[in-house]
């Protein structure tokens, strides 16, 4: 009840109670999609890991099912970790995961469904050759650091790749296993990519992306032309994702990225806020390629315990290409529209410089908002300048709030907020200026103020958004479930995941607004904002 339970989600997946982190071998089968899940049976926090299993027809609503992988021979006796789905000519879905073995060895293993004629592939039979990789002191790999293989692809060679996370020393490493039977896997000499001082590599995911529109691309596609490669890891050390573009070098099987590397905080990331453990797959129905990714809680351990259970994933986003080439853009499924439901909308409303505007109307605990917002072109000059040294936006965010007055914004949204504004999230941009006729637009997720409680994370976050504010409209959508605010700016460019734990602006209580403390005044071309109907997701069925 949501009374008891004001921080469960209304349309955001997760079990019926107890802990969840890493997505696991995401697919599409027989016209249904599966998500599987780490998982512990016995409680809210890490533990006793098996891989839940629910499915769906529209990766809205969620049907769930009996624990697919659960620990049953020596090769996973220990917990079964993260993997990857990979559908074998035929249409026949493999799982490669991690296991943990009676030396608490991380090694690796393969699990196929036991009955392709059920499509909700509920039965799941583990290789009696498992485990198929594992650390030895001959291939040098390390026991405790070896985890997370990806979808595998095929090579024109007709031999299939992988790569497992690793590190050596302060090398994180994606190291790469071939196999022709998808059985026998040998290591490579090199790993197909590796960088210094990153530390363990987690959750790797190497897949295509097209240089022309918004169509996924099959792991194993061999097309090359028109097409990039994306790596992606999971930074145990910083718990943040990082992503390349680059090339793949099918001759040499190494990746390249085309600059920078996977490695530090001038990285690209999926999600400048809470986003963990991601992966993606392939939607051959649609055409799309699909992301789902972990958000943690921003409470204590305590908090989780006493309210029986602890994280969440985002929605799932189909990602692409930007035009540009330079990143990757992001956007929830379309099938999340379907649970919109009574529209509000402004049009052309000026935003006054000091003013804030409640949008009334819409259930604002669980809402869907999409909000632009125009700068006069003769009000750009006035922007602050941007001291060069200032290049962590996170930082920036931190120490000018959303209640910092600047002159081109601070505006946005305050959300999950109450009348008083005791309780409040702010999304907000900010426009700086740059040598030259030059402008930079940073978005922020100011969780200072969201929740009387200070026994919970209220750290800040921060991205810089690729778009000209001389010629385009700064564009939010932010997607409200009672303990998420899931904020993407720029359609797509930059995005920011928060978790918040409001004691008053909860239910009926929370409200939305729009605010604008710059010092000039700036126009919402379009605002609409809809109330969000209850998902079905993971309701017992009994
Ligand atoms: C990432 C991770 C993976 C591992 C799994 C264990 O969150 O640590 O590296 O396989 O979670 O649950």
Redesign the pocket.
């Known amino acids: 009840d949501q009374n008891e339970q004001p921080y469960r989600t209304s349309y955001h997946f997760q079990p019926p109670k107890n802990w969840m982190?890493?997505p696991n071998g995401p697919l599409v089968y027989k016209g249904l999609y599966h998500l599987f899940y780490?998982y512990n049976p016995k409680g809210a926090v890490?533990g006793n890991?098996v891989w839940a299993h629910s499915t769906s027809t529209d990766l809205v609503n969620w049907t769930p099912h009996d624990h697919a992988i659960y620990p049953s021979q020596q090769a996973d006796i220990n917990?079964c970790?993260?993997?990857s789905a990979t559908i074998l000519p035929g249409d026949k879905p493999a799982m490669l995961y991690?296991g943990i073995d009676p030396q608490k060895k991380?090694v690796q293993n393969l699990a196929v469904p036991k009955n392709l004629s059920d499509p909700y592939l509920v039965e799941w039979v583990k290789s009696p050759r498992n485990p198929l990789a594992a650390p030895t002191t001959a291939n040098q790999i390390n026991a405790s650091s070896f985890?997370?293989p990806t979808t595998a692809w095929l090579g024109q060679d007709g031999v299939w790749r992988m790569i497992v996370?690793s590190k050596r020393r302060r090398r994180g490493l994606a190291v790469l296993y071939r196999s022709r039977d998808f059985v026998h896997w040998i290591k490579a000499q090199h790993p197909l990519h590796s960088a210094p001082l990153n530390g363990?590599w987690?959750?790797p995911d190497f897949f295509p992306v097209s240089t022309n529109g918004v169509n996924g691309i099959d792991t194993s596609s061999l097309m090359d032309s028109g097409v990039r490669h994306v790596l992606k890891v999971?930074l145990?050390d910083t718990r943040h994702e990082y992503y390349t573009i680059g090339t793949y070098d099918r001759s040499r099987d190494r990746y390249i990225p085309s600059k920078g590397s996977v490695e530090n905080d001038s990285g690209l990331r999926y999600d400048y806020g809470k986003f963990?453990?991601s992966k993606t797959f392939f939607d051959s129905i649609k055409n799309r390629r699909i992301l789902w990714g972990?958000i943690n809680e921003s409470s204590s351990v305590e908090h989780d315990i006493k309210k029986g259970w602890s994280g969440v994933q985002a929605i799932p986003r189909t990602v692409w290409l930007d035009k540009s080439g330079k990143q990757l853009i992001q956007w929830p499924v379309v099938e999340l529209e379907r649970l919109r439901t009574k529209r509000v909308d402004l049009t052309n409303k000026i935003l006054r410089k000091g003013s804030v505007v409640s949008i009334s109307g819409v259930t604002a605990s669980q809402a869907d908002v999409e909000v632009s917002f125009s700068v006069w072109r003769s009000d750009l000059e006035k922007a602050e300048s941007l001291d060069p040294t200032w290049t962590n936006p996170q930082l920036i965010c931190s120490q000018k709030g959303a209640s910092v007055a600047g002159q081109l914004g601070p505006f946005g949204l305050k959300v999950l907020a109450d009348e008083q504004m005791k309780e409040y999230t702010a999304v907000f941009f900010r426009i700086f200026k740059r040598r030259g006729n030059n402008y930079v637009v940073l978005m922020c997720s100011d969780q200072s103020r969201s929740s009387l409680d200070d026994d919970n994370d209220k750290t800040s976050y921060g991205a810089f958004v690729d778009v000209d504010p001389q010629h385009e409209e700064l564009s939010l959508r932010t997607l409200i479930d009672h303990s998420i605010v899931e904020s993407f700016g720029g359609m797509g460019k930059s995005i920011i995941t928060a978790r918040v734990y409001p004691t008053i602006a909860i239910g009926e209580g929370a409200k939305l607004y729009a605010f604008n403390y710059g010092a000039q005044n700036v126009t919402i071309p379009r605002l609409s904002a809809w109330s969000m109907e209850k998902a079905q997701i993971n309701q017992s069925q009994r």
């Open positions: 982190n890493d780490q890490w890991i917990g970790w993260s993997g991690t991380q985890r997370d996370g363990m987690e959750c999971s145990d963990y453990a972990w």
